[in-house]
């Protein structure tokens, strides 16, 4: 009996997942603000109670998956949430959010060393919690951040895992210079280059007087596990450039990471898996017959297209399928731990993340852990302790701007369908392309651009309180901390692609290794006096700051094929 009884739950089980999958379908639809109409751009929709969601396009619509009886999440900062439930043949849906008033007793960071509330910040200051940030299902910091904050502009810089994106929150202040605003995490000024990786020595796509990195690389805030911060803080007005100097020219972004709190220790772990697929194919043409392909390419590329008998094959080979139909599978692992006493409080995580690309041989991977204590002496003494290590790797491809044809993306666009590139008996052997310089699947299988990197981050705070009255305070507030990454990237071309074959010494090699270290010290003088119908607050303090930054970049050709450094 109790075997049958298992044998008709699995059927039942079986059955109940079979109806649901036919049930799925392809959710569209638009987002608006109800006053105005405007599009929504970078508006978060995701399928509640799942990693499942996308963000709305230029022209404010969406597209993704969803199953009947699913619940959509509209999200925009500034704006209500709304929810809708998908029902049975629901047409393309039209969204409009309301505006939503800000709460205006949130306590806010308006600079190195003070707080206030947010209806009393004399600057333009938003706010996103950390919840908010692991709602959509991003990958990186950076990228989480899209969405989330009125009139914050965030490109990607590349389709590839982990990449890299470009954020603007102020507007163009340059035609040539960088736009990216300052990072703040917990009070101390971190780094947040795009290295360049080098590929664009080979393909190259350096651009003159473009602010987008042309290598694909990863903004090192990128780093930053999304799951350990609190709230995130942007500040856009000039009184931002006042606090931190020209370098926030281009805006504030103040991270302050999850701290401890007293009571019984509280353990999280959350386990998350999807995929990434390509949404839709550019297409090709087809070729019916040899004088279609003679009259687009000649007679000797079409006499390709035919069979050992010399009739016309009828081949049709769907080289975007081949080259981008990757299963991009994604694993990600976090482990936390919060807890404390009276005196002392501890906050520690872990991520593990492994994602693959919808390309051969490209993925992420990151390993990172953070440990942030904080210890009172007295009632007058506070010392805080935050560290952080990250080790990330990354396998690019090459994917981005190209003006050597290497690109894959530009090559099977020359590249017609009833030609065979494929390596037709899995050696990793493939014939050149007739019609490009480059055969865009053996470019893939045996190009190497990679990425590794090693950060740590630390910080320190003191707080000691030098006298407290009814209506008065002073406080001394010390902040230093450090930013140190090792970067080093590997770009490889073997001899033997076709890519190489018009070269005087074929098979090239970059190798890029990059150090920084930021240093920072802050000493300050905080008094606050409260007075009838009035609160004021003045500090004075000074910065102390340190850069050091060094790379170095290698570039050799006449390559030996198993030599793959210089």
């Given at each position: 009996?109790?075997?049958?009884i298992?044998?008709?739950?699995l059927?039942?089980?079986?059955?109940?997942?079979q109806?649901?999958?036919?049930?799925?379908?392809?959710?569209?639809?638009t987002?608006?603000?109800a006053e105005?109409g405007d599009?929504?751009i970078g508006a978060q929709?995701?399928?509640?109670?799942?990693?499942?969601?996308?963000?709305?396009d230029?022209?404010?619509?969406?597209?993704l998956e969803a199953?009947?009886?699913?619940?959509?999440v509209?999200?925009?900062?500034?704006?209500k949430?709304?929810?809708?439930t998908?029902?049975?043949?629901m047409?393309?849906?039209?969204?409009?959010?309301?505006?939503?008033v800000?709460?205006q007793?949130?306590?806010?960071v308006?600079?190195?060393a003070?707080?206030?509330?947010?209806?009393?910040?004399?600057?333009?200051?938003?706010?996103?919690?950390g919840?908010?940030?692991?709602?959509?299902?991003?990958?990186?910091?950076?990228?989480a951040?899209s969405?989330?904050?009125?009139g914050?502009n965030?490109?990607r810089?590349?389709?590839?895992?982990g990449g890299?994106?470009?954020?603007?929150l102020r507007?163009?202040s340059?035609?040539?210079?960088?736009?990216?605003?300052l990072?703040?995490?917990d009070?101390v000024?971190?780094?947040?280059d795009?290295?360049?990786?080098?590929?664009d020595?080979v393909?190259?796509s350096?651009g003159?007087?473009?602010?987008?990195?042309q290598?694909?690389?990863?903004?090192?805030?990128?780093?930053?596990n999304?799951?350990d911060?609190?709230s995130?803080?942007?500040?856009?007005?000039?009184?931002?450039?006042a606090?931190?100097?020209?370098k926030?020219s281009n805006?504030?972004?103040?991270?302050?990471?999850?701290?401890?709190?007293?009571?019984?220790t509280?353990?999280?772990?959350s386990?998350?898996?999807?995929?990434s697929?390509?949404?839709?194919?550019m297409?090709?043409r087809?070729?019916?017959n040899?004088?279609?392909?003679?009259?687009?390419?000649?007679?000797d590329?079409a006499?390709?297209?035919n069979?050992?008998?010399?009739n016309?094959?009828?081949n049709d080979?769907?080289y975007e399928?081949i080259l981008y139909?990757?299963?991009?599978k994604?694993?990600?692992?976090?482990l936390?731990?919060i807890?404390?006493?009276?005196?002392?409080?501890?906050?520690?995580?872990?991520?593990?993340?492994?994602?693959g690309?919808?390309?051969?041989?490209t993925?992420?991977k990151k390993?990172?852990g953070?440990?942030n204590?904080?210890?009172?002496?007295?009632e007058?003494?506070?010392?805080?302790?935050?560290?952080?290590l990250?080790?990330?790797?990354?396998?690019?491809?090459?994917?981005?701007?190209?003006?050597t044809?290497m690109?894959?993306?530009?090559?099977?666009?020359?590249?017609?369908?009833?030609?065979?590139?494929?390596?037709t008996?899995?050696?990793g052997?493939?014939?050149?392309?007739?019609?490009?310089?480059?055969?865009?699947?053996e470019?893939?299988?045996?190009?190497?651009n990679?990425?590794l990197?090693?950060r740590a981050?630390?910080?320190?705070?003191?707080?000691y309180n030098?006298f407290k009255?009814?209506n008065?305070?002073?406080?001394?507030?010390?902040?230093?901390?450090?930013?140190?990454?090792n970067?080093?990237?590997?770009?490889f071309?073997?001899?033997?692609?076709?890519?190489?074959?018009?070269?005087?010494?074929?098979?090239q090699?970059?190798m890029?290794?990059?150090?920084?270290?930021?240093t920072?010290?802050?000493?300050?003088?905080?008094?606050?006096l409260k007075m009838?119908?009035?609160?004021?607050?003045?500090t004075?303090g000074?910065?102390?700051?340190?850069?050091d930054?060094?790379?170095?970049?290698?570039?050799?050709?006449?390559?030996?094929?198993?030599?793959t450094?210089?």
């Amino acid at each position: 009996m109790k075997i049958n009884i298992r044998l008709a739950f699995l059927v039942i089980c079986t059955l109940g997942f079979q109806i649901m999958v036919a049930q799925s379908s392809k959710i569209a639809g638009t987002i608006e603000d109800a006053e105005t109409g405007d599009p929504l751009i970078g508006a978060q929709v995701f399928v509640k109670g799942t990693f499942v969601g996308t963000t709305t396009d230029d022209k404010g619509t969406f597209s993704l998956e969803a199953s009947t009886s699913d619940v959509l999440v509209v999200a925009y900062i500034g704006y209500k949430t709304q929810e809708k439930t998908i029902t049975p043949g629901m047409g393309p849906l039209s969204v409009d959010l309301e505006a939503d008033v800000l709460r205006q007793d949130a306590v806010v960071v308006t600079g190195l060393a003070t707080t206030v509330k947010r209806r009393n910040a004399a600057n333009a200051v938003a706010v996103v919690s950390g919840d908010d940030l692991v709602n959509a299902p991003t990958q990186t910091l950076d990228q989480a951040l899209s969405g989330q904050f009125a009139g914050v502009n965030i490109r990607r810089n590349t389709g590839a895992p982990g990449g890299g994106v470009n954020v603007n929150l102020r507007g163009s202040s340059t035609l040539t210079g960088s736009t990216q605003p300052l990072y703040v995490i917990d009070g101390v000024i971190v780094n947040n280059d795009a290295n360049q990786s080098g590929v664009d020595v080979v393909t190259k796509s350096t651009g003159a007087g473009s602010e987008r990195p042309q290598g694909q690389p990863t903004n090192r805030i990128g780093d930053i596990n999304p799951n350990d911060i609190e709230s995130i803080e942007v500040l856009k007005g000039a009184s931002a450039a006042a606090i931190y100097g020209a370098k926030a020219s281009n805006g504030v972004i103040i991270i302050n990471t999850k701290r401890g709190r007293g009571g019984k220790t509280q353990f999280n772990f959350s386990s998350r898996t999807g995929s990434s697929a390509l949404l839709k194919k550019m297409g090709h043409r087809v070729f019916g017959n040899y004088d279609e392909a003679e009259e687009q390419y000649g007679a000797d590329i079409a006499s390709l297209g035919n069979d050992a008998s010399g009739n016309w094959a009828g081949n049709d080979f769907d080289y975007e399928e081949i080259l981008y139909g990757e299963n991009g599978k994604l694993i990600e692992h976090t482990l936390s731990a919060i807890g404390g006493n009276e005196r002392t409080q501890f906050y520690i995580g872990g991520q593990y993340m492994d994602e693959g690309g919808i390309i051969k041989n490209t993925g992420y991977k990151k390993l990172s852990g953070r440990i942030n204590v904080s210890h009172r002496f007295s009632e007058k003494a506070k010392l805080s302790v935050a560290t952080n290590l990250i080790r990330s790797e990354a396998d690019r491809g090459v994917t981005g701007n190209d003006n050597t044809n290497m690109t894959y993306g530009f090559s099977i666009g020359f590249t017609p369908s009833f030609i065979d590139i494929r390596d037709t008996d899995g050696d990793g052997v493939f014939p050149d392309n007739p019609t490009n310089p480059s055969n865009p699947l053996e470019t893939a299988e045996h190009f190497v651009n990679n990425e590794l990197t090693h950060r740590a981050l630390g910080s320190m705070t003191f707080d000691y309180n030098l006298f407290k009255q009814a209506n008065q305070s002073l406080n001394f507030l010390g902040v230093g901390g450090a930013d140190f990454y090792n970067q080093e990237n590997e770009v490889f071309i073997p001899p033997f692609l076709q890519i190489e074959e018009s070269n005087d010494e074929p098979g090239q090699s970059v190798m890029t290794t990059t150090d920084n270290l930021n240093t920072n010290l802050s000493l300050n003088l905080v008094h606050k006096l409260k007075m009838p119908g009035m609160n004021f607050n003045t500090t004075a303090g000074l910065q102390y700051e340190t850069y050091d930054w060094n790379s170095v970049f290698v570039h050799a050709t006449g390559m030996i094929p198993t030599q793959t450094n210089v």
